[in-house]
């Protein structure tokens, strides 16, 4: 896959200060506007596009953030981060969805001996990574998307204040549970992305890779009938299981992001542990329209291109599928986490990609 050009993404300093432009982890396109979140805050980001004289977008700007505790509580209150990883819309929702990992410390620069041993045992939880929300989109007296606490009958929900995370529904998931005390980057639980269709949510696992399979959760989401402001789990399928698991063939890599594109899936790949790449986005054809397998090979999930990737940076955690102001055919756009020097620009902005899919 071929980078067809740079479109720059312009944030404000608030969240310039933050260090969310140098942190995306996720990203939509909703109209005009992008939603995108960074892993390193509890808020959710809206940029605006500007268009040259043929309508076609030059870049994202008039930036706009939102923050998750003035929709939703917080388990951990407003100030602790969410770890923000995945970004879906449907139906006049969008959806956030936070790590749901552990995190190992890092040796800080010149530790060495005892001390260094003592931050690399060190494995803390911050309960804010471990929601779920569904926030209401309605449409602003500019015309743009904003997401709101209420919108008719429709009122910000969460999953994941009472012991009822997508994680404590694993605690005796035969291939799951051993992993959900490893931090993330050790190759323990750690979703990176999630994709809206109907009522289903599909969510993504960077990790844990099991013997060269990624893993893909099912769940179907709802309000909770006590409380509008929590959200439920119904079953999925004929039974009465609350989630299913996809394993998926990604060729030993992990689920980076996830984006529908009509009734397919996109995925993004990269490794579920702490290296660069390789970095490469999937299709898994028909997706929404079919009863999905729980074992899905290679050949069912075919190889749509490469990425670039950096050494030590420019890691690609965000994919959305761009409309027709980017040019005629089928686009992604492709943020990064740790983006590279040369993808900074002098107005505190940062350059995403656009890449064109093959026919």
Same mark, same amino acid.
């Given at each position: 896959?071929?980078?067809?050009?740079?479109?720059?993404?312009?944030?404000?300093?608030?969240?310039?200060?933050?260090?969310?432009?140098?942190?995306?982890?996720?990203?939509?396109?909703?109209?005009?506007?992008? $939603?995108?979140?960074?892993?390193?805050?509890?808020?959710?980001?809206?940029?605006?596009?500007? %268009?040259?004289?043929?309508?076609?977008?030059?870049?994202?700007?008039?930036?706009?953030? @939102?923050?998750?505790?003035?929709?939703?509580?917080?388990?951990?209150?407003?100030?602790?981060?969410?770890?923000?990883?995945?970004?879906?819309?449907?139906?006049? $929702?969008? $959806?956030?969805?936070?790590?749901?990992?552990?995190?190992?410390?890092?040796?800080?620069?010149?530790?060495?001996?005892?001390?260094?041993?003592?931050?690399?045992?060190?494995?803390?939880?911050?309960?804010?990574?471990?929601?779920?929300?569904?926030?209401?989109?309605?449409?602003?007296?500019?015309?743009?998307?904003? @997401?709101?606490?209420?919108?008719?009958?429709?009122?910000?929900? @969460?999953?994941?204040?009472?012991?009822?995370?997508?994680?404590?529904?694993?605690?005796?998931?035969?291939?799951?549970?051993?992993?959900?005390?490893?931090?993330?980057?050790?190759?323990?639980?750690?979703?990176?992305?999630?994709?809206?269709?109907?009522?289903?949510?599909?969510?993504?696992?960077?990790?844990?890779?099991?013997?060269?399979?990624?893993?893909?959760?099912?769940?179907?989401?709802?309000?909770?009938?006590?409380?509008?402001?929590?959200?439920?789990?119904?079953?999925?399928?004929?039974?009465?299981?609350?989630?299913?698991?996809?394993?998926?063939?990604?060729?030993?890599?992990?689920?980076?992001?996830?984006?529908?594109?009509?009734?397919? *899936?996109?995925?993004?790949?990269?490794?579920?542990?702490?290296?660069?790449?390789?970095?490469?986005?999937?299709?898994?054809?028909?997706?929404?329209? @079919?009863?999905?397998?729980?074992?899905?090979?290679?050949?069912? %999930?075919?190889?749509?291109?490469?990425?670039?990737?950096?050494?030590?940076?420019?890691?690609?955690?965000?994919?959305?599928? *761009?409309?027709?102001?980017?040019?005629?055919?089928?686009?992604?756009?492709?943020?990064?986490?740790?983006?590279?020097?040369?993808?900074?620009?002098?107005?505190?902005?940062?350059?995403?990609?656009?890449?064109?899919?093959?026919?």
């Amino acid at each position: 896959m071929i980078v067809e050009r740079r479109v720059e993404l312009r944030f404000g300093r608030e969240s310039r200060d933050a260090g969310t432009h140098t942190n995306l982890s996720a990203v939509r396109q909703d109209g005009r506007c992008l $939603w995108v979140a960074g892993d390193e805050t509890a808020t959710i980001e809206r940029l605006t596009a500007t %268009l040259d004289a043929d309508g076609l977008v030059t870049g994202y700007e008039g930036h706009a953030t @939102v923050a998750l505790a003035d929709l939703v509580e917080l388990p951990a209150g407003p100030e602790e981060e969410a770890d923000i990883e995945g970004l879906a819309r449907s139906n006049g $929702w969008l $959806w956030a969805i936070g790590s749901h990992s552990l995190k190992r410390k890092k040796i800080k620069p010149g530790q060495t001996g005892a001390k260094a041993r003592k931050r690399l045992a060190s494995v803390v939880r911050e309960d804010n990574r471990f929601v779920l929300a569904r926030l209401p989109l309605a449409t602003g007296a500019d015309g743009l998307p904003e @997401v709101v606490r209420e919108d008719g009958g429709r009122t910000a929900a @969460v999953l994941g204040l009472r012991r009822d995370s997508i994680t404590d529904l694993l605690e005796d998931d035969p291939h799951l549970a051993p992993f959900l005390s490893i931090p993330s980057k050790d190759n323990g639980i750690d979703i990176e992305g999630i994709a809206a269709h109907g009522d289903r949510l599909y969510i993504g696992l960077r990790g844990p890779v099991l013997r060269g399979w990624a893993v893909l959760l099912e769940i179907r989401p709802d309000t909770h009938p006590d409380d509008p402001r929590r959200l439920e789990l119904l079953p999925v399928g004929d039974g009465k299981a609350l989630y299913r698991t996809h394993f998926l063939d990604l060729g030993g890599l992990g689920i980076r992001d996830l984006c529908p594109d009509g009734d397919d *899936l996109l995925i993004l790949t990269g490794p579920s542990m702490g290296l660069d790449g390789p970095v490469r986005v999937h299709r898994w054809p028909g997706i929404a329209e @079919v009863d999905a397998p729980e074992v899905v090979t290679e050949e069912e %999930l075919p190889l749509l291109g490469d990425l670039p990737y950096g050494d030590g940076d420019d890691h690609a955690e965000g994919l959305a599928v *761009l409309d027709g102001s980017h040019g005629p055919g089928t686009r992604l756009m492709v943020v990064y986490d740790s983006p590279a020097p040369e993808r900074l620009t002098a107005d505190g902005g940062v350059l995403a990609d656009v890449v064109r899919l093959p026919k």
